[in-house]
């Protein structure tokens, strides 16, 4: 009885799960301009639309120029935030902690007002910048827990071996500390990247209509009409979500075989 | 020519002093071990020596230039670490070539110098693995040529041995003491395994509770140890409290219902422990010859080691001591009746 | 020690670009909208006579009609209908009474009877009650309209009826927030339970759906269920083929459809609290309680479970945090009956540019998300202690 209570509930719990996008997108393929079934036939049609008219591609480079700049700044605040900290006291520490990490926790709609209207007054409006910066913020948090993470599994021995041979502070940091928490500051700018690659929430208060990113596109089409391209599109991040996890699996990988 | 001198050196951490009044002189090309249990203030002297630690008082000098304060980077001692700290990115090759490539040393040089040290340690054909792929002995080794590679002026070793079985510690000792020799640096080992401490010092610092117990060659520290403490932790003693008493041939002994004459010695009777190794005590069941004492016991327990046994024995005037016994032919059984027999000249007065 | 010196020199310049930047593009903006709330210099930058003369408790005289016929004529026919709308907001009317006021205030007489003869609503105390609460440089309107609370007239506070909408909508969010935390705990606690004790194929499979589905976007897996959900979408085409309804239903842009969304979007936040800390509980556990004559149920129960309960606490309440600041999912999938207070939020921004409003009720979701915060923190605490048996 125990197993049945068991698969069923899993089985349920399973299909909710993936069903969704199981079903959904392979519509992208679908040679039909209604997004359902039976499926009239195999069509790469919609591809061409979303690689052909607007606002796809232009958005798809405004995410791209958004997301990596938001990964060098988000890995340069985070990161120095992270080496920063750990050379705090206990006190020091968590304070430190709890304030880079803190942005996790606020509503997105809340950043996006309060930075909406604060950057509007230092004047940084229009183009990539505040959106850059913005996401910035909201990676850099993700940037310190996993450098911190990698900074913490470190053995403190080695820094002070390196100390024994004669290297200075900036040498030891350089030649030991950064190369062995190497995979923490690629995980965080993974982190980093995909963050404000997906992010809508914020970029819809700061994006000026030259910035417009992949999901601001996105949003305000299916608040449009619900048509195909929308399906590729949703698949197409869903591709770049698979190809972080496996790169991010490489990574865990490689640093866990060192150890 | 004393080349290290700690001079009355003191560490507080918080409202605990780990550290009373450490003096140690070292000379030039010596092997000095520091031994203590743990808490002794050994790792503390040896953090403080590396510069990792700075001190409350007192103060440090090698060839007479003041180093209480250096930075560790700056000090150019050589570190062998207790859990090797091998750099588990580089190879075998990178992390000997780090303290050269440090020291701006040109590459040809830095070369044949990481060659001559895995030479010396014979590990020359590991020179391309990483640390993750040597065995425990073999990274301690490279962790000594590492340390050694940049003919530092001092190599401290914490507790290298702690990690490794029992056989390739004594081979490592050997290889260790031998390696000394060959290069004539000074060596600062920590440990608190007193056979270890023996077998490779040339003097040995005994501390406990952050004090320098008694700093002697191994041979002093066994047979005439100053404190009850060093008799207690260096080899297996049996210690009498008692005093000194004054008589006709001398001064006495009397104590745990024990009298030995100990002839005319220069010392002022009073409170004293008589210390007595358990090889020093023959376990005889016929009386002995004169000048030898013969203590009547009950053996508790025999402990049959081959070449020897180690007898627990119940003295009847009281003590329990223990004593080495020879097994050739046979042991004496439990509860059996013996003497246990030593010379009066093989007792040490200790305070 | 020149050590410790050494590392505070190091770790200051460290810490000062990440210092500058949390305080420049994060706390700023978040202390700007505490201010914001409140501000109201728009409304008194352009009538700052009138706010002066008010200032100094000044009754309704003619010096205040000087004051705001001096104001009004410094300001240009945009500033005034901007302004006009603000007040129109308390009283309807306003906009056009002090359009009107302002064109002609160069031939008014500057006395309250020359303003009363141009237009009788200035003899009312009404209207200039409305000037007096709103030309100050702060302003408890936009607090008062988000909370309900105002002043009863009769010296105390109290919520009129009808106004306190977005108290209810407040509610509304945690009513909301709380059916999803319900939904990915049920949901999620199998996934998890496989995930630690299953076999290996099945905690492959299952770890597998759940990473995917965690770094999949929101939008993405919103996205998947707008097209599920809509009127001739996937799921009516379905339930009509097997005959099980006749017409559609109405599955979207309403409360199923959003608790339905978020429970499928939130649900791997659930899940993976709860999968690490059953995989810290041995199965030698289960087994003794089965040698010890437990039956399976029993088992779960008295000795799985109360063990697991940790990782639902933080599983739920990430949910229920995530859930409470929610915006994209509710907005693509909700009825006007279903929208969070961020939706709100994002309106005032969006429609009016009434950061004042939206100010304040991003103050309400902020204190919300840190009361829940505290809340946990203030558990976790506890069950700490209880742990240690103190």
């Not at chain 1, 791209?64 to 080496?83: H, T």
């Not at chain 2, 006709?248 to 002839?263: I, K």
Request: charge should be positive; hydrophobic fraction near 50%.
């Amino acid at each position: 009885m125990s197993r049945a209570i068991y698969w069923i509930s899993l089985s349920a719990g399973f299909l909710f799960l993936v069903l969704p996008l199981l079903v959904v997108l392979p519509l992208a393929f679908n040679d039909s301009s209604f997004l359902n079934y039976p499926m009239e036939g195999f069509t790469w049609r919609w591809f061409g639309v979303v690689f052909h008219q607007p606002p796809w591609m232009a958005a798809l480079m405004n995410s791209l120029k958004v997301a990596s700049g938001a990964m060098v700044a988000g890995v340069l605040i985070g990161g120095l935030a992270a080496v920063g900290t750990m050379l705090a006291g206990r006190w020091g520490r968590l304070v430190l902690s709890a304030l880079f990490i803190s942005p996790i926790v606020i509503p997105s709609v809340v950043l996006g007002v309060a930075m909406a209207y604060a950057f509007g007054r230092m004047g940084v409006s229009g183009g990539y910048l505040p959106l850059v910066l913005a996401h910035a913020i909201l990676g850099a948090p993700l940037v310190f827990l996993s450098v911190m993470t990698s900074l913490r599994g470190l053995d403190p021995e080695l820094e002070r071996a390196a100390a024994s041979m004669g290297a200075s502070r900036w040498h030891r940091f350089r030649t030991v500390t950064l190369p062995l928490a190497a995979p923490g500051f690629l995980t965080g700018a993974l982190f980093a990247f995909i963050t404000s690659f997906d992010e809508v929430v914020v970029a819809l208060f700061l994006a000026s209509p030259q910035s417009q990113t992949l999901p601001i596109a996105l949003f305000s089409s299916l608040r449009d009409r619900l048509e195909p391209p929308i399906v590729v599109v949703a698949l197409l991040l869903s591709l770049v979500s698979c190809l972080f996890i496996v790169v991010l699996n490489r990574l865990q990988k490689r640093s866990n075989g060192r150890r | 020519m004393a080349s290290l001198e700690i001079r009355s050196i003191d560490k507080f951490y918080g409202q605990t002093q780990a550290l009373f009044d450490v003096s140690l002189s070292i000379g030039k090309g010596e092997f000095v071990t520091l031994l203590g249990p743990s808490g002794s203030g050994k790792t503390t002297l040896l953090k403080i020596l590396a510069g990792f630690e700075g001190v409350s008082s007192g103060t440090i000098t090698l060839d007479g230039r003041d180093i209480t304060t250096l930075l560790p980077e700056t000090r150019n001692f050589g570190l062998v670490f207790q859990g090797y700290a091998l750099f588990p990115h580089m190879s075998v090759r990178d992390n000997i070539a780090y303290p050269l490539k440090v020291r701006r040393v040109a590459k040809g040089e830095i070369d044949a110098r990481v060659r001559a040290m895995l030479d010396l340690v014979q590990l020359a054909r590991f020179i391309d693995r990483k640390p993750s792929e040597l065995s425990g002995g073999q990274q301690q080794r490279v962790a000594l040529a590492r340390a050694l590679v940049f003919k530092p002026d001092l190599l401290l070793l914490d507790e290298p041995m702690s990690a490794l079985d029992k056989k390739l510690r004594v081979d490592l000792q050997q290889e260790l003491r031998a390696i000394h020799q060959t290069l004539g640096t000074t060596f600062i080992n920590v440990t608190h395994d007193q056979e270890e401490a023996m077998h490779m010092s040339d003097r040995i610092a005994v501390m406990n509770h952050g004090r320098i117990e008694q700093f002697d060659s191994a041979f002093t520290l066994y047979r005439r140890p100053q404190s009850r403490f060093v008799a207690d932790f260096v080899g297996k003693s049996n210690i009498f409290t008692g005093e000194l008493v004054p008589g006709s041939a001398g001064l006495t002994f009397r104590g745990e219902g024990l009298a030995v004459p100990l002839g005319p010695a220069d010392r002022a009777p009073g409170k004293v422990d008589l210390m007595l190794r358990p090889e020093d005590i023959a376990i005889e069941t016929d009386p002995p010859g004169p000048g030898r004492i013969a203590l009547p016991a009950r053996v508790l327990q025999a402990t049959y080691s081959g070449d020897r046994a180690l007898y627990a024995l119940k003295l009847d005037a009281g003590p329990e001591i223990s004593a080495w016994g020879t097994a050739r032919s046979g042991i004496h059984p439990e509860g059996a009746a013996v003497l246990a027999c030593f010379a009066p000249q093989d007792c040490t007065l200790i305070g | 020690m020149s050590g410790t010196r050494h590392n505070l020199a190091a770790k200051a310049t460290l810490l000062i670009l990440p210092l500058v930047m949390y305080a420049a593009l994060y706390l700023l903006p978040l202390i700007s909208i505490g201010s914001l709330s409140v501000d109201n210099g728009e409304l008194s930058d352009r009538f700052s006579r009138l706010s002066a003369h008010f200032g100094t408790d000044a009754p309704v005289d003619d010096a205040a009609a000087v004051a705001l016929l001096a104001d009004l004529q410094g300001m240009d026919s945009r500033d005034r209908a901007e302004a006009g709308r603000m007040f129109n907001q308390e009283k309807q009317g306003f906009r056009s009474l002090l359009i009107d006021t302002g064109k002609a205030a160069g031939d008014i007489p500057p006395t309250l009877d020359g303003l009363t003869a141009f237009d009788p609503r200035w003899g009312e105390p009404s209207w200039w009650e409305v000037l007096e609460r709103n030309v100050e440089p702060v302003t408890w309107r936009h607090v008062q309209k988000a909370t309900g609370i105002k002043p009863d007239g009769q010296g105390g506070f109290g919520i009129a009826p009808g106004d306190d909408i977005y108290l209810r909508i407040l509610v509304r969010t945690f009513v909301i927030a709380g059916q999803v935390t319900l939904l990915t705990l049920l949901l999620g606690y199998p996934l998890a339970y496989a995930v630690a004790n299953g076999t290996p194929r099945v905690r492959a499979v299952v770890l597998m759906a759940v990473l995917l589905s965690f770094w999949t976007s929101i939008l993405v897996r919103t996205t998947a269920w707008v097209v599920l959900l809509q009127t001739n979408g996937l799921l009516n085409g379905l339930l009509i083929r097997l005959g099980i309804i006749a017409e559609p239903l109405q599955l979207i842009f309403n409360r199923f459809g959003t608790v339905v969304a978020m429970t499928h979007v939130l649900l791997p936040f659930a899940i993976l609290p709860m999968m690490n800390v059953m995989r810290t509980i041995p199965a030698a556990q289960t087994d003794a309680s089965r040698s010890l004559g437990a039956g399976p149920v029993e088992t779960f129960l008295r000795v799985y479970f109360p063990q697991t309960l940790r990782g639902a606490a933080v599983g739920g309440g990430t949910v229920f945090i995530l859930a409470l600041g929610f915006y994209v999912t509710p907005a693509l999938t909700g009825g006007p009956g279903d929208q969070m207070l961020s939706y709100y939020i994002a309106d005032f921004v969006k429609k009016g540019l009434n950061w004042g409003m939206a100010s304040v009720l991003s103050l309400m979701l902020l204190a919300s998300v840190i009361l829940m915060l505290l809340i946990g923190l203030l558990v976790r605490r506890l069950a700490g202690w209880r742990r240690q048996g103190v």
